[in-house]
């Protein structure tokens, strides 16, 4: 069994009244381009699975593969199959595109029906008298490029999502090279999308997210090719990552793209700083969405890479009021405040 370290910090409070009624712990890594550990609180040798804060990487074998290219995909498909998405119109469409493109249909989906996001969505499924399906799944993006992986190189489409499946053994090279572990020390596991899931170290998944936007001596031109489409298609799209109201949508149009995020389930929150070389990664204990937000927001103010602008814009996923069922004002919900060192903060 692992251990699990009880005495990570309180990252955010829930304030009702005068009273912080309950909190989160959680804890944070900050590295540089050397893989130096800028600022860090908690333990960050504690192993969690990424969870969809991998799939910036969980495509790369299909661009480094050719399969992207010969099927005439483009930033919009790449930036769904890298998403978790609100289930929304938009999201749907582009996930038809993937389908169409290799011949296959929702029905080869083997992510689950999920109710979408928005209340809206789901209660026009409703009055359409329609159930929602696998395309609705936060991850269908993710599967539909995974199938498109596995017609281009011909693999099955029936089993894709087998931890002994070619795929996910590329996958998991992938992983283990960008993560900066080795491959018999990942941990592995089911994510909620039925898709193996590799866990690591926090410290490793702040590697990861410096990996992506760095130079390395391992990259050659098709790996660099590969990592800068990644993240050329979620700053470009960033509707198709995730959606409406959320964090990593208006984070990466808020800043034109120049800081890249990426959630992932059980309070995971991974960041890349391409101009400075930064990898960012935030794990919340208790697994709570929503928090892990308040925290990212929290330390990119600390560093300086926010504008007062840009913060402001943001506020409502740092700072979130409390409100009743009547909606009068209770409390709130807000990060602890952060003191990063002063030798690593941006002016």
């Given amino acids: 069994m692992t251990e699990i370290n009880n005495c990570n910090p309180i990252l955010v409070e829930n304030i009702r ?10 804890s944070f890594c900050v590295v540089d381009k050397a893989g130096q550990i800028l600022w860090s609180q908690g333990d960050i040798s504690q192993v ?21 290219d010969s099927f005439g995909f483009s930033d919009k498909e790449l930036a769904i199959m890298c998403a978790s998405h609100n289930g929304e119109d938009m999201h749907l469409e582009a996930v038809d595109v993937v389908l169409d493109r290799i011949k296959l249909d929702v029905t080869s989906l083997k992510c689950g029906p999920q109710q979408p996001t928005r209340k809206s969505d789901f209660v026009s499924l409703i009055k359409a008298n329609k159930e929602p399906s696998c395309m609705h799944n936060n991850c269908s993006g993710k599967h539909a490029g995974f199938l498109a992986h596995c017609a281009f190189n011909q693999l099955d489409t029936i089993d894709y999502l087998s931890v002994e499946h070619p795929l996910h053994q590329d996958i998991k090279r992938i992983t283990a090279l960008f993560y900066e572990i080795n491959e018999d020390e990942l941990a592995i596991g089911t994510d909620g999308c039925s898709a193996p899931i590799f866990g690591m170290p926090l410290y490793n998944q702040a590697i990861a997210y ?27 799209y960033p509707d198709l990552i995730a959606g409406t109201k959320r964090y990593c949508t208006d984070l990466m149009k808020v800043t034109n793209g120049r800081i890249v995020g990426k959630t992932g389930a059980d309070g995971i929150y991974c960041l890349a700083v391409p101009h400075l070389n930064w990898g960012i990664a935030i794990k919340i204990d208790d697994g709570k969405m929503g928090p892990q937000y308040q925290v990212a927001q929290e330390i990119l103010i600390q560093l300086g890479l926010l504008t007062n602008i840009e913060a402001e814009q943001l506020k409502v996923h740092w700072h979130c009021d409390n409100r009743n069922f009547a909606g009068n004002y209770v409390g709130i919900s807000k990060a602890v405040e952060l003191l990063c060192p002063s030798a ?4």
């Fill in 48 to 68: 969690s699975f990424p969870r969809s804060a991998l799939k910036y990487f969980q495509h790369i074998p299909f661009l480094l593969s050719g399969g992207f």
């Fill in 344 to 347: 690593i903060k941006q002016s």
């Fill in 17 to 26: 009244g005068e009273v912080v009624e309950s909190f989160h712990r959680g």
């Fill in 210 to 236: 410096k990996n992506l936007v760095t130079d390395m001596p391992w990259k050659d031109e098709a790996m660099a090719s590969a990592c800068d489409r990644i993240v050329k298609s979620v700053t470009h």
